[in-house]
């Protein structure tokens, strides 16, 4: 995509669930290769917003345009977007009945019709740049968190996905294993993935991100690349905020 036009835009995007206004008229464009980082206090719509970008979650309002493509709200067109939209979440959601290789390799098989030794290929060379080409037999409850999380993210590059979206990736790790998971994190937005990254890994936003968009109550408060925003915020919210999660 080196047309200058945007991969993800979000038009004045409204979401309810009841009477809860989780996400209030956003409006939000990510360029291709771009890394945006979304952080904010606990509720702010964070989730919601990553959930929404791959039509997990519907919107009541408003307009999502993927590759110049308005979202489609079901059938073929929705499973083809969700192909071009990989997602790891805090669960590492992998089939627990199925090796590693195969957990990485059902949905190239299965989704795009590739050849399996082709997939097989493929996906041992994602476990490979992932650290974890050696486990690939074995099955997920053999592996540490950050090693079945690291193959979620196998799982979703082997659909060849146009973005990554990832909804707090570390939350559900202890503390040892967060490391090795945002690397894999860094590296690919290192070589251009376009990735939008729900996560209270203050380090990561400020390392790896080219945008850092900060919520709060279902509204897009403010948006600074991450120098700017740690830096110098500009909003109440996010210097109140900063100043909770930056003093300890």
Known sequence: MTTGEPLIVLESVNKWFGPLHVLQDVNLSIDGGEVVVVIGPSGSGKSTLCRAINRLEPINSG???????????????????????????????????????ENVTLGPIKVRKEKPAAARDRAMSLLERVGIASQARKYPAQLSGGQQQRAAIARALAMQPKAMLFD??????????????????????????????????????????????????????EQAPPDEFFGSPKSDRAKDFLSKILTH
């Open 168 to 221: 707090e990736p570390t939350s559900a790790l202890d503390p040892e294993m967060v490391g090795e998971v945002l690397d894999v994190m860094t590296s690919l937005a290192r070589e251009g993935m376009t990735m939008v990254v729900v996560t209270h890994e203050m380090g990561f936003a400020r390392h790896a991100a080219k945008r850092v968009v900060f919520m709060a109550d279902g509204q897009l408060v």
């Open 63 to 101: 307009t999502i345009i993927f590759d110049g493509q308005p979202l489609p709200a079901e059938g073929r067109g929705l499973a083809k977007l969700r192909s071009e939209v990989g997602m790891v979440f805090q669960s590492f959601n992998l089939f627990a009945h199925k090796t590693i290789l």
